[in-house]
Structure formats: structure tokens, C-alpha cells
């Protein structure tokens, strides 16, 4: 029976819109994150059980350097009991879960992981199934893995406990005994991310927060921690609607709270439009003979009407100073950050993909390039009319 994201994830205070909140700063900052290796951040989802993911809470898109994806399935836990008894309801849906997803047809094995993220966990038993984890991915082959644990191998027993009570779930869900290949292959995918975010002093909002600051724009730094509350309210609010968030949406809702620096990732484009802006302003002459007109009121009226308005029409008789008026307001422009500042004559190609490898930009989406324009500069339109 499909259960309303409203109830599974519930818009108040919860542990899972903090963990969902530190994905998305480092989705904001394309930064790694815990549970896939060197990979960053592309879109984190939550609540997502009615869109065909057992592990519904927060789901996590990674890519590496040459666009191979990976996911991270988790279903978080304020707190967690590591144990098969029959009580442990949690411990238990997550065993099933994690299972219904490492055998979903689109799984990739060796690459997607899936699991728990939790606040509060006995130590021992967290680094007994951590370790139990790594002892799978660490083992080439079943054989060698199982070899852990009969008499001699290196098994501790508080890691023999924790793998018979999985081994246990695991057999239950399946109505039969597993298989040692199993057992091997589903602990390998099995992560457990110990978040903290409720106690005094707890450290991950910090690094969240660290991370965020270094995503805006210098004048702008100490709104970092106004950023990473609206970033949870975003996630909280957004569990009870199976939201989804990649770097452009989520720019868009901070962009009117703070201004960014910029992706990283296109940092090259962005410094490419300010140099392509610059050398098409510099050539506008705007002097007659060396001799400058005051345009401060025109310029005023301008400013008053981008306030306003996103697109700005320009008109005027021939030789009026239209085009000396949108110099001068690229100018100020480029003082606030990168600009698409585009001139007919300097036009090439017949769409923008042309344009761009043209000019020497990558092949990344204009919608991409002009939210990150909108987000670290000026976010009108100015269009000169004769």
C-alpha cells in the first residue's frame, strides 16, 4: 500500500531533513560526500518509496570526472539498534529495503551502495557492522570472505555476531537459507553513515556550513549559516512532497538569500563571458572627440527600472547614445560579477552551441551557465532598440 510522503517524512523537525540538507550542501558546493568514493554530488531526492525506491528517505546521485553515475539508497534513523530480534522493527526494514534495492533491475554492481544513515548508535556494534562491511569489499571472492569466519579466521565475534543477525534478516525476508555469494555481495553494497547534528557542539552542521561559505560570493560569507537553515527548512518541507533537488533548483531557492561564487565546474565558462563581456564594451566608443557626456540621470532611471523589470528595452533615435548607456550599465554590471553580454555583429553560428564553441565555452547547457549568471551576478536583460 502506497504511503503519502506527508506521513513518511513529515514536515516538521526531523533527523532525515538534516541528513538530506548535508547532501544538498554538498551537492551546492559539487563536493564529495559520505557512502560513494570519489564521486561528487548531482541530485539528492527524499521520500521517494512511491517512485520505486524500497529505501525511500534520502536518495543520493553521484557522478565521477567522466559522468559515471552511482546512487546512494538511505533510510535514516535518529537512533538504531543493531540486532535481529524480533522487536527491532527498524533494523529489520532497513535489512529488507536494502535487499529489495540491491536486487532492483537497475542496480550497479560494484558502484551504487545502499544502507542506513543514523545520530545514535552503540559504538561497538557501529564498528563491528562497519568493519563486517569492509571486510566484504576488501574480499575478491566469497570464498574469501567466508573464510573470515570459520575457526582461525580474523573475524572478531562481536563482527560474527552482527553478520549472523543480517545473515538472520536476511534469510527471513528471503524464506530460505542465503547463499554464501549473497551474503558476500550484499554486505559489500551495505553502508552505515553516523551523522551529528542534535547535540551541543555536533560537528556536521559546522562542515556543512564551512562548505556553503565557501560557495558565496566574498561580501556575502557570513550568511553561511542563513543559507544552511533555509537549506534545511528546503529539505524538510520538501519530504512531504518526494522533492528533488539538482544544483540548478537548488540555486534558485538560495540565490534571493545570499550571492554565490559561482560552480566550480563552470568556472571557466564564467570567466569566459566576462572577458567576451569587456571586449565587447570596449568597443563602444563613448566619447565624441574625447569629450564624455553625464549620462548620471539616464543611468539612475535605468537602475530604477532593473529593480523592477528583468528585460529592459533600450530605444532612441540613431546616434542618441543607446548603445554608450548599455556600456556603461555592463560596466557596473561586470563590478557585481560574470554577465552574458551578447552583440549582433559579434554573433556566430545559428544556436547557441555553435556560439559557444565559437567563443571557446564548454558544451554546457545555457540553463545551467545563465542560473549561475543570475546567481553571482546581475540577473536582467538589457536590449538596445534603434
Not at 529489520?92 to 560494484?110: C, H, L, V, Y
Not at 563491528?128 to 566484504?136: E, G, I, S, V
Request: charged share 25%; hydrophobic share 35%.
Amino acid at each position: 500500500m502506497s504511503q503519502s510522503p506527508e506521513i513518511g517524512g513529515g514536515e516538521g523537525f526531523t533527523f532525515e531533513g538534516d541528513a538530506a540538507a548535508f547532501y544538498l550542501a554538498a551537492l551546492l558546493a559539487e563536493a564529495y560526500a559520505p557512502g560513494i568514493d570519489d564521486r561528487t554530488v548531482i541530485q539528492v531526492s527524499v521520500q521517494q518509496r512511491d517512485f520505486g525506491e524500497p529505501l525511500d528517505d534520502v536518495i543520493v546521485d553521484f557522478e565521477d570526472d567522466s559522468k559515471n553515475p552511482a546512487r546512494l539508497s538511505l533510510q535514516v534513523k535518529r537512533s538504531l539498534t543493531i540486532s535481529s530480534a524480533n522487536s527491532n522493527e527498524d533494523f529489520r526494514e532497513i535489512i529488507r529495503d536494502s535487499w529489495a534495492t540491491f536486487n532492483k533491475p537497475d542496480f550497479r554492481f560494484n558502484v551504487d551502495r545502499y544502507g542506513t544513515a543514523v545520530g545514535t548508535i552503540t559504538p561497538s556494534k557501529e564498528r563491528a557492522l562497519k568493519t563486517l562491511c569492509d571486510l566484504a569489499r576488501e574480499s575478491l571472492t566469497p570464498d574469501h570472505f567466508h573464510a573470515r569466519f570459520v575457526e582461525g579466521g580474523n573475524a572478531s565475534p562481536d563482527i560474527k555476531t552482527v553478520k549472523n543477525d543480517v545473515v538472520t534478516l536476511l534469510e527471513e525476508e528471503k524464506g530460505m537459507s542465503c547463499t554464501t555469494e549473497e551474503v558476500h555481495h550484499f554486505l559489500a553494497h551495505f553502508v552505515l553513515i553516523q551523522f551529528d547534528f542534535l547535540r551541543e557542539g555536533s560537528t556536521d552542521p559546522s562542515e556543512a556550513i564551512n562548505r556553503i561559505r565557501d560557495c558565496l560570493a566574498p561580501d556575502d560569507a557570513a550568511k553561511a549559516s542563513l543559507v544552511w537553515s533555509r537549506v534545511v527548512q528546503l529539505a524538510r518541507s520538501s519530504a512531504g512532497k518526494s522533492g528533488q533537488f539538482n544544483r540548478t533548483r537548488l540555486v534558485h531557492f538560495i540565490s534571493p538569500v545570499a550571492r554565490l561564487r559561482g560552480a566550480t565546474s563552470l568556472s571557466h565558462d564564467l570567466g569566459k563571458l566576462t572577458e567576451l563581456a569587456k571586449s565587447y564594451t570596449n568597443l563602444i566608443p563613448d566619447d565624441i572627440g574625447g569629450t564624455k557626456l553625464d549620462r548620471t540621470q539616464l543611468l539612475e532611471s535605468l537602475d530604477t527600472k532593473l529593480t523592477t523589470a528583468h528585460v529592459v528595452q533600450v530605444r532612441g533615435l540613431p546616434g542618441s547614445g543607446k548603445s554608450v548607456l548599455v556600456r556603461r550599465a555592463v560596466q557596473r554590471s561586470l563590478e557585481q560579477g560574470p554577465i552574458l553580454f551578447l552583440k549582433a555583429e559579434q554573433l556566430e553560428g545559428t544556436n547557441w552551441i555553435s556560439y559557444a564553441t565559437s567563443q571557446g565555452l564548454s558544451g554546457a547547457p545555457l540553463e545551467q551557465l545563465l542560473v549561475e549568471v543570475e546567481a553571482t551576478g546581475a540577473p536582467n536583460f538589457l536590449h538596445r532598440c534603434d
